[in-house]
């Protein structure tokens, strides 16, 4: 079965624009979870989606927002970028039926720089 | 929230060297993972650990519940072993829910040496 995959690998912004970030889960995987890592706050959960529906969020500003399609391809989108939006952006997958048990698997993420 | 402690924080190590990492965790799991994080930055599974004792090759892994701690063992470590090696666990809400959510320690940094 082919990995998570995210798109773009890289992307560089600046400050006030908008960024949409895609990843697409390993096949029959029907949650998706983004993560965001930086060298100040490590990795912090963003939100969980299953099913089209948000089902957990982290303690990030409504700035960051996200979706889940019907095939589970999930997309985040970041509006009016901070310098400290700077980060990798990191998504994961798992089947999604059975709560905290089960494994999560990452994509190789996405760094996004912002000026 | 769940706090996740690992040590040491720096690890750096001769090739064929033994290493034992730490994961402490406040409350009780239902989901350990221990991951291995690439140059590139991708997490790399290593182990879905949330009790008991797994082995995959050179790497083994030993988690106590009830203490709230997990212990990942590398043997005779190689230079490829090098990078940061984070242990995350599952995070209930005041809901008792964690759907999708990891929290994640501060990582230990292993570099091998050749």
């Known amino acids: 079965k082919a990995g998570v995959t995210q798109t773009p690998r890289y992307l560089i912004k600046t400050r006030g624009q908008q960024v949409t970030l895609s990843c697409s889960p390993i096949?029959?995987?029907?949650?998706v979870s983004w993560y965001q890592q930086t060298p100040g706050q490590g990795l912090q959960f963003l939100f969980e989606y299953f099913s089209e529906t948000q089902r957990n969020k982290g303690n990030f500003p409504g700035r960051f927002s996200g979706r889940q399609f019907s095939n589970s391809r999930s997309e985040m989108n970041v509006s009016t970028l901070e310098l400290g939006d700077s980060a990798l952006y990191l998504c994961?997958?798992?089947?999604?039926?059975?709560?905290?048990?089960?494994?999560?698997?990452f994509g190789p993420g996405t760094r996004l720089l912002v000026l | 929230g769940i706090q996740v402690e690992q040590s040491p924080p720096d690890l750096i190590l001769q090739e064929g060297a033994n290493s034992t990492l730490r994961c402490n965790f406040s409350?009780?799991?239902?989901?350990l993972q221990w991951f291995h994080q690439n140059p590139w930055g991708q997490l790399i599974n290593l182990f879905y650990?949330?009790?008991g004792t797994k082995q995959n090759g050179r790497l083994s892994a030993t988690t106590v519940a009830t203490e709230r701690y997990s212990l990942l063992y590398i043997s005779s470590s190689q230079t490829t072993d090098s990078g940061v090696y984070f242990c995350?666990?599952?995070?209930?809400?005041?809901?008792?829910?964690?759907?999708?959510?990891?929290?994640f320690g501060q990582g230990t940094i292993l570099t091998v040496h050749p």
């Open positions: 994961a997958s798992s089947l999604g039926g059975q709560g905290p048990w089960e494994t999560q698997y």
């Open positions: 995350a666990v599952d995070d209930k809400d005041a809901g008792g829910t964690s759907y999708g959510k990891l929290t």
């Open positions: 650990i949330p009790s």
């Open positions: 096949s029959g995987h029907r949650s």
């Open positions: 409350d009780s799991v239902n989901n």
